[in-house]
């Protein structure tokens, strides 16, 4: 259990840094000052997503992690279920948020590959490595 859960944390960890990096460009990229408007400081556009997304995605994977045992041992397969619902939900809300971003839609897609993998690969691989620990 602790080691799903461990696992979790590392890949919310994983996604928190690559949002920080993706978000900022997504913020920046999105917003063209009026004239005379001053434009948003990149460094407290990105710590301020560091933080956010530090606390978004750590908590998701440690969700995420803490129902990893209970749905592997409920279908006797370890992670297929699992990572087949987590593909599905990442590219559900893809999709959908692409499509309401506009010119900047490839930043959603790259987020969206990246959890479908941080967590419907990686945190069952991490988690069953980490049973022998």
């Given amino acids: 259990m602790m080691q799903s859960i461990l696992a979790g944390w590392v890949a919310g960890y994983g996604v928190a840094i690559v949002f920080t990096l993706v978000g900022t460009m997504f ?4 917003r063209r000052p009026a004239e005379g408007q001053v434009f948003a400081n990149p460094l ?37 279920p699992f990572t087949g619902g987590v593909v599905a939900v990442a590219a559900l809300v893809t999709t959908g948020v692409s499509i309401l971003a506009g010119r ?13 993998v941080a967590f419907g690969v990686a945190l069952p691989v991490l988690a069953e490595r980490g049973d022998g620990l």
């Fill in 104 to 116: 900047v839609w490839w930043h959603i897609v790259v987020l969206g590959m990246l959890v479908a």
């Fill in 27 to 30: 913020v920046m990229a999105s």
């Fill in 44 to 80: 407290a556009v990105g710590v301020a997503l560091s933080i956010g997304g530090f606390l978004l995605w750590t908590l998701v994977g440690l969700v995420l992690g803490a129902f990893y045992p209970a749905i592997a041992d409920a279908t006797g397969v370890p992670s297929w």
